[in-house]
């Protein structure tokens, strides 16, 4: 397991905020797309491509790399931030999200856009694309040191694939897949306790023979804590509940489930007017005055 | 007159028979020697679906994935990323049926390399009823892009279309069925994904024309009908479009062209199948009269194969009386 150092974890945490800038910039642009998870979901992408993956975005279709399947694609501005901002390609291209000819489509295409594992939006279909990886490389290479992260929304949980895929990977001890769970609270409707209930959620998925581990999700050296104990499990594959919140680091946007499927210029206006929700939202991260300066000094 | 590469003195006496999901097995078998990136992954239905001899023979190679066919098409999709060949196999009914949406977004949109295998497909499933006879499956996978969508006559061919399917790269859709279907084919009959094959051709001194287009297990039924025709006086050939797409659609035009008449043949709904497709490709192409034969916008139900096979008006009478109609 690789420890952190606090310089590190400091770095870590300026870029996960740069990325947040990219996704509000690129979601005011589009006009249209999901704020709340991609912020939610930015320190954990930031942790796992500046620090946890083998992979190499010159070669992103390198053999040996370590495989991000995004099962919720409807996060893809972070995964297409922190892509961009991890060299896969330019920075400029983010403000072309879900534009007519553009490579960053409004749910993910694998094989319009570099560092794309798979097609997503749909929910619940990637945690079993995952497990059919995992599968193959175990085929392949039993002693591989190759992982599988598939990370999932907490309201995709609800679809009954999920639990095909989770009873599979728990039958075939599945140790190179690694899940993480953003359990934000949240889904479109309202809070994911209202909606569809999903605790005890801990327990439902140890007893798929899941090594479950819960997390701060905006605690990057937890998560990278975590991760690790989740490489060294020898004979279950294992999920991470990553407790996050919805639109971090814009505290005017924060645990809003109406952030969910709104971009900047056209959320709920009751803190922000909608014409100064980018603006507030860019000011907010550029001068870390929402809470991740809180965090960061603790 | 009969094409010379199939098998010899057709008729309903003495034809043998036997369910093209046996040549599915031997194919599949057959595919996993040559190449040991071919995995097969089976819902509960290892046996019926006859997977079950790729099963014993790579152990390592097949995954039991209980009766979970959203799981199935999407465990597939995500081995094919790691450059395994996977044969998925259910009820078509199942698959494509229940995870039609799986096998449209992580199979197709992915352009995955994934071979769909639709067994228990038409009503000839018999006695289990209209919730297992799969009669539109050629209808939701034909719309998909990067699709291929094959319909096997018979044991030889499904053999054959299971080998040709481990080879091509990309998405291939296969149905099989339960009973035994007539073995019309040989181990010579030629068979090419996105070719027709003229399997009868009419007698030149009939002077009405009609060309049957037949797809998958009625192609016997399709001959016999010709047959008879000709022996009525009206010069009826056959065309078997085993790959319902891409279709052949050069083979068909030049086939309506040569006809005037098209009677299309299919254990399917003619919503949306063969006679969908054939309807499309001639009515922008050359607009022919047709009649199209197979499940008629209703739902099968229990029976036995032929009495379900007759009763839903595709068996050789019926045919003949779908020729009839063009030429009377």
Known sequence: MQYLTSEEVRSLELKAN?????????????????????????????????????????????????????????????????????????????????????????????????????????????LSQA????????????????????????????????WEALMLAGKEKLNNLIMIVDRNGIQIDGYTKDVMP?????????????????????????????????????SQPSVIIAHTIASKGVDVFERDFRWHGNPPGKGPEDRVTKDKQAEVALQKLRTLAGTIEAQDIS | MFANHLQPNLSPETVERSPTRNGYGDGLLEAGKRDDRVVAICCDLTGSTRTDQFASEFPDRFIQAGVAEQNLASVGSGMSAMGKIPF????????????????????????ANVKIVG??????????????????????????????VIAPADEHEARKATLAAAKYEGPVYFRLGRSAT??????????????????????????????????????????????????????????????????????????????????????????????????????????????RVGVNDTFGESGEPDELIAHFGMDIPSIMNAVKKLVD
């Open chain 1, 18 to 126: 740069e990325i947040r800038q990219s996704i509000i910039e690129m979601l005011t642009e589009a006009g249209s797309g999901h704020t709340a998870g991609p912020l939610g979901m930015a320190d954990i992408f930031t942790l796992l491509y500046f620090g946890i993956l083998k992979h190499d975005p010159k070669n992103p279709d390198w053999e040996e790399r370590d495989r991000v399947i995004l099962s919720n694609g409807h996060i893809c501005p972070v995964l297409y931030a922190t892509l961009a901002h991890a060299g896969y390609f330019e920075t400029e291209e983010l403000l072309t999200l879900r534009k007519l000819g553009s490579r960053l489509q409004g749910h993910p295409h694998r094989t319009s856009l570099p560092g794309i594992e798979t097609s997503s939006g749909p929910l619940g279909s990637g």
């Open chain 1, 131 to 162: 497990v059919g990886m995992a599968l193959a490389e175990r085929i392949d290479n039993p002693y591989s040191s190759k992982f599988f992260y598939c990370l999932t929304g907490d309201g995709e949980l609800n679809e009954g694939q999920i």
């Open chain 1, 198 to 234: 999903l605790e005890p959620l801990a327990e439902k998925l140890e007893s798929f023979n899941f090594d479950v581990q819960e997390v701060d999700g905006h605690n990057v050296r937890a998560v990278n804590d975590a991760i690790g104990k989740a490489q060294a499990v020898y």
């Open chain 2, 88 to 111: 998925i196999a259910s009820y078509a009914m199942f698959s494509p049926g229940r995870n039609w949406e799986q096998v449209r977004t992580t199979i197709c949109y992915n352009n």
């Open chain 2, 119 to 148: 067994a228990h497909a038409g009503v000839s499933v018999g006695p289990d009823g209209a919730t297992h006879q799969a009669i539109e499956d050629m209808a939701i996978t034909r719309a998909l892009p990067n699709m291929v």
């Open chain 2, 182 to 291: 007539p073995i019309v084919t040989t181990a010579e009959t030629p068979f090419e994904i996105g070719k027709a094959i003229r399997m009868y051709t009419r007698k030149e001194s009939n002077e009405k024309k009609v060309g049957i287009v037949v797809t998958g297990s009625l192609l016997f039924n399709a001959l016999m009908a010709a047959e008879e025709m000709n022996k009525e006086g009206v010069g009826v050939s056959v065309l078997h479009m085993a790959t319902v797409k891409p279709l052949d659609s050069e083979a068909l035009i030049e086939f309506a062209k040569e006809h005037g008449n098209i009677v299309t043949v299919e254990e399917h709904q003619i919503i949306g199948g063969l006679g969908g497709a054939v309807a499309e490709c001639l009515g922008e192409n050359y607009p022919t009269k047709m009649v």
